[in-house]
């Protein structure tokens, strides 16, 4: 990936939408870029304390989780190209709150936290950018709360379908990480759905056939 399209991918993140051409490639020489394979760990929970880099996806899908003490998983979000993940530790200097692994092969820019603090002591403006992505990662992890704790696990389904990028194909394996809930809870709510002629199934590929009341399965929670 060369220097010009880092700088248009870094372009539409919201940190730097307003940061000129000169203040990008200042940051692109400071990054660097790496590859990893399906399944292939990017970084571990509690890793790198006071060295967190920021990243982003290039290509590929990345799938942020944590891992309970019996090895159990909760994925708490999927990051696609444009996305920045490890946010947090990149500015408050403790170690990565989560791991990070590629759920495909995957590119990623991975940008030294120094030149992140650099760039933005140099243009305090910037910061607004900053505030807009934490405020929705905080957005996000409310809605989480509110999915895991509230949610039956037909609505959380319901929610996943409708959420989900035309294209993205994930196991049942993988939907109950991210929703917390077993492969055969996902099963039985995929199956209910599709008895009741909301989806089609066709192999691993879901298709909506009823979005309206896919959409009040969602909603009654």
Excluded: C
């Excluded at 934490?134 to 696990?153: F, I």
Aim: charge should be negative; aromatic fraction near 6%; avoid cysteine.
């Amino acid at each position: 990936m060369n220097s010009d399209s880092r700088i248009e991918l870094l372009r539409r993140s919201p940190y730097f939408a307003t940061a000129s051409d000169d203040i990008l490639r200042r940051i692109v020489d400071a990054s660097m870029t790496r590859s990893y394979s399906a399944g292939e760990r990017i970084f571990t929970e509690g890793d790198a304390e006071g060295r967190a880099a920021l990243h982003f996806v290039v290509y590929g899908t990345v799938r942020i989780f944590k891992t309970s003490l019996g090895g159990r998983e909760q994925v708490l979000r999927l990051m696609r190209p444009g996305d920045s993940f490890a946010d947090v530790a990149a500015f408050d200097a403790g170690g990565y709150p989560a791991s990070a692994d590629a759920l495909e092969r995957s590119v990623v820019m991975i940008v030294p936290r120094s030149i992140i603090w650099s760039v933005l002591s140099d243009y305090p403006e910037m910061t607004l950018g900053a505030l807009q992505v934490m405020a929705g990662r905080l957005r996000h992890m409310t809605a989480l709360v509110e999915d895991l704790s509230l949610r039956r696990v037909t609505s959380r389904v319901a929610k996943f379908l409708l959420e989900e990028p035309v294209g993205v194909t994930l196991n049942q394996s993988q939907i109950a990480t991210l929703l917390g809930t077993s492969r055969e809870m996902v099963g039985r709510s995929l199956h209910s759905l599709a008895d009741d002629g909301v989806i089609a199934l066709h192999g691993s590929q879901v298709e909506i056939l009823d979005r309206s009341r896919l959409e009040e399965i969602m909603s009654s929670g």
